[in-house]
C-alpha cells in the first residue's frame, strides 16, 4: 500500500469516528467556481502546508449545515472540532500537503477554493431518501507575506523636486494601500495615500504604492531617513528593520571630501608660507602653521586674524560642501549660489581684522604678554584678561563652529542652497567686532621688548655731555648694573623685575626704584628708569622706546649681571598692568665684579 492510501484511509478513518467522510475528487469537480455567497474567514492569515488552520463562515438567516467533508484547493482535508452557531458555522481542517509541495511551506498567495460537502437539514427530504447534500464552493484570500528588502532615496535635481524614499521588497498591498503599515524605528508614520485621505488626515507624508514590490514616500525628514530604520507591517506581521545604507554612505562621503578639498587649500596658503616665507622662530622654538595667526611685533596670537580665518574656512568648506552635492550626488552640474548673509558675515571678519591693524597703528600695539604666544593671547592683552576680546572670541568661536556643524549634517542628497546666516547672528557679531575695536582704541598700549643688553660697569651717563653743555657731575662709585631694553611703549613707571634663573619664579629680584641710581644731571635725584629715546608714536611722555636702568648691586642681584652665558627673563608690568615677558642671554664678554 502507498504511503498517500495510508493517509487517506487514515483520514477515512479520522473521518468515520467524527462523524463526517473525507471528499473525493467528485465531491470537488474542477472548473470555474461559483461566485461566493457566504463570507469566509481563516486563521491565521498566512497558513502553512500541513498546518492547522480555524474556518469561520457566516450562515444565512435559518441556514443549517451539517459539514460531512471538505476540500481544499481539490484535494481532501478531514473538518475538526464543527461548532455550528447561531447564523455561523466554525471548524478546523489540516491543510493538505499536495506531492509536489513540502509540508510547512507557505500556502501561496492569493485567492483559494475551499469546497464543503455537507447535509442540509433546512431542507426536507423525500421518504426514504437521505438529506439533501450539497457543495459548497467559496473562495479565500491569503494574503500575500510582506518582505522589505532595501530602502533607498532618489536625490533632488532641482529646487522644485521632492525628496522621495523608495521601499522595495514584495508583499505590499496594491488595492488595499491602508494595509500598508509603515514604521520608522517602530513609530508608525502618518502616511495618507490619495488627496482625499491627505486632506483628512491633515498629513504631509505621501505614499504611493506603485506594485507588489516597491512603495515611494514624499516628504520624509532627509536626516530621520538617513538615522533610523524602516519596517512595513500588515495586519499585524512586520518586516525586518532596515536602514538606508547608502544615505549614511553619501553623506560620510561627500563630508570627507569637503574636508579634503579645504585642507588641500590650506595645506597650499601653508606651502606657499613655508616655501616662500621664513617661518617664525620664537625663543628657538619654529613656528609654520601658527604663524598665520601670530602678531609679529608682539609676537601673541592675533584674535582679529584668528575670527578671519575661521569664518573663511566656514565659508570655504559651506562652499565646497554644496558643491560636492550638486555635481556629485545630484548631479545637477553647475556653480551653486552663494547663501545670503555669508558674504556680510565675511566682510565683517575681514572689516574687523583691518580695523585692528588701524588702531594699532593710531593706538599703539597690545602688551606682548609672556615670551611665547600661548592660546591665553586671544582673550587676553599683556597677559590681562580683557572683557571685549572674550565676547569677541566666544561670538567667533560659536558663530564659525555653529555654521561648521550645520552644514555637515545637512544631506547632500536634498541640499540646493547654503543655509543663510541669520540677521541675528550678523548683528551680535557687529557689536562683538566694534566692542573689540572699542577696546583696542579705549585700552593703553601694553609693552613690548624687541632687545634686552646687560652689562656691569660705571654709569654710561657720569662721563657724557651734551653738545654746548658741560660735563655731567660725577655720580656714585661704580660699579653698577646697566639695564638697556629696546621696544615699543615701555613706561617708564612700569614694574621691572628679573628671574634668578632662566624662567620666572618666586625669587625674582624686582628692580624697585629704591635700588635704582638716579641720573647724574638730575638735580632732585630722582631714582627712576631713564628715557633714553622717547616713543613719539604715544601721547603719554612717559612712553620710552628704549629705556635705561642702572642699578645698585646686591648679594642678589649680582650674580644676574655679572654670571656670563647665564639665560634670564625681564618681566615689565606697565602702570594698567599690561605685561611682557622677554628672555635675554648675559653675554660672555661679562666679567664678574
Request: aromatic content about 6%; glycine content about 8%.
Amino acid at each position: 500500500m502507498t504511503t498517500r492510501n495510508v493517509c487517506l484511509a487514515l483520514l477515512v478513518s479520522i473521518g468515520v469516528l467524527l462523524g463526517a467522510v473525507p471528499a473525493t475528487a467528485e465531491d470537488c469537480p474542477a472548473g470555474t467556481p461559483s461566485p461566493a455567497t457566504h463570507r469566509v474567514a481563516i486563521a491565521p492569515e498566512a497558513p502553512r502546508f500541513g498546518s492547522r488552520v480555524d474556518v469561520s463562515i457566516q450562515l444565512k438567516a435559518g441556514e443549517q449545515l451539517d459539514v460531512k467533508a471538505i476540500c481544499f484547493d481539490s484535494h481532501p482535508a478531514v473538518p475538526e472540532n464543527v461548532v455550528i452557531g447561531t447564523g455561523s458555522l466554525k471548524f478546523a481542517f489540516t491543510i493538505p500537503a499536495p506531492d509536489s509541495q513540502r509540508s510547512e511551506a507557505l500556502v501561496p498567495y492569493g485567492d483559494h477554493e475551499l469546497t464543503l460537502v455537507a447535509d442540509v437539514p433546512s431542507v426536507p427530504a423525500a421518504p426514504g431518501q437521505p438529506p439533501t447534500r450539497t457543495i459548497f464552493r467559496e473562495r479565500f484570500s491569503v494574503p500575500r507575506l510582506v518582505r522589505l528588502d532595501s530602502i533607498d532615496s532618489k536625490p533632488l535635481r532641482s529646487a522644485a523636486d521632492t525628496f522621495k524614499v523608495i521601499l522595495r521588497g514584495d508583499g505590499f498591498d496594491l488595492e488595499h494601500k491602508d494595509n500598508n503599515e509603515i514604521r520608522l524605528d517602530d513609530d508608525p508614520l502618518d502616511i495618507c495615500w490619495d488627496d482625499a485621505d491627505c486632506n483628512l488626515k491633515h498629513s504631509t507624508i505621501r505614499g504611493n504604492v506603485e506594485s507588489a514590490q516597491r512603495i515611494t514616500l514624499e516628504h520624509i525628514n532627509p536626516a530621520e531617513e538617513r538615522a533610523k530604520a524602516f519596517r512595513v507591517c500588515r495586519f499585524g506581521k512586520c518586516t525586518e528593520s532596515r536602514q538606508d545604507e547608502g544615505a549614511t554612505t553619501i553623506h560620510v562621503f561627500t563630508a570627507l571630501g569637503a574636508g579634503l578639498a579645504t585642507a588641500l587649500i590650506v595645506g597650499l596658503v601653508l606651502v606657499l608660507v613655508y616655501k616662500y616665507l621664513r617661518p617664525e622662530v620664537i625663543e628657538g622654538e619654529s613656528y609654520i602653521v601658527r604663524a598665520l595667526f601670530i602678531d609679529k611685533e608682539t609676537n601673541t596670537y592675533s584674535l582679529s586674524k584668528l575670527q578671519f580665518y575661521l569664518w573663511t574656512l566656514a565659508a570655504v568648506y559651506g562652499y565646497v560642501y554644496l558643491t560636492l552635492a550638486r555635481n556629485l550626488v545630484q548631479y545637477a552640474f553647475g556653480l551653486p549660489p552663494l547663501p545670503s548673509g555669508l558674504p556680510g558675515i565675511v566682510a565683517i571678519a575681514g572689516g574687523t581684522a583691518i580695523g585692528a591693524q588701524v588702531v594699532t597703528n593710531m593706538n599703539g600695539p597690545k602688551g606682548a604678554g609672556l615670551a611665547k604666544p600661548t592660546l591665553a593671547d586671544f582673550v587676553s592683552t599683556g597677559d590681562v584678561v580683557a572683557a571685549d576680546r572674550v565676547q569677541f572670541f566666544v561670538w567667533t568661536v560659536i558663530g564659525a563652529t555653529g555654521f561648521l556643524v550645520v552644514i555637515a549634517h545637512l544631506d547632500p542628497r536634498t541640499l540646493v542652497e547654503l543655509p543663510s546666516v541669520p540677521e541675528s547672528l550678523l548683528m551680535i557679531s557687529g557689536v562683538s567686532a566694534f566692542g573689540y575695536l572699542g577696546g583696542k582704541l579705549a585700552r593703553d598700549p601694553g609693552p613690548v621688548v624687541a632687545e634686552v643688553t646687560i652689562s656691569v660697569g660705571p654709569d654710561p651717563a657720569a662721563a657724557a655731555a651734551q653738545p654746548g653743555q658741560p660735563p655731567a657731575p660725577p655720580g656714585p662709585a661704580g660699579p653698577f648694573g646697566i639695564l638697556e631694553i629696546r621696544g615699543r611703549t615701555i613706561s617708564a613707571d612700569a614694574n621691572f623685575k628679573i628671574s634668578t634663573g632662566e624662567e620666572s619664579a618666586p625669587d625674582d629680584v624686582e628692580l624697585s626704584f629704591d635700588k635704582l641710581v638716579p641720573a647724574p644731571a638730575d638735580e632732585q635725584k630722582i631714582k627712576k628708569p631713564r628715557i633714553i629715546e622717547q616713543d613719539a608714536d604715544s601721547k603719554d611722555k612717559s612712553m620710552a622706546k628704549r629705556l635705561m636702568l642702572v642699578v645698585n648691586l646686591d648679594d642678589k642681584s649680582r650674580p644676574i649681571f655679572t654670571t656670563q652665558k647665564k639665560q634670564h627673563t625681564l618681566i615689565i608690568a606697565n602702570p594698567d598692568s599690561q605685561r611682557v615677558a622677554f628672555k635675554f642671554t648675559v653675554p660672555e664678554t661679562q666679567k664678574p665684579a
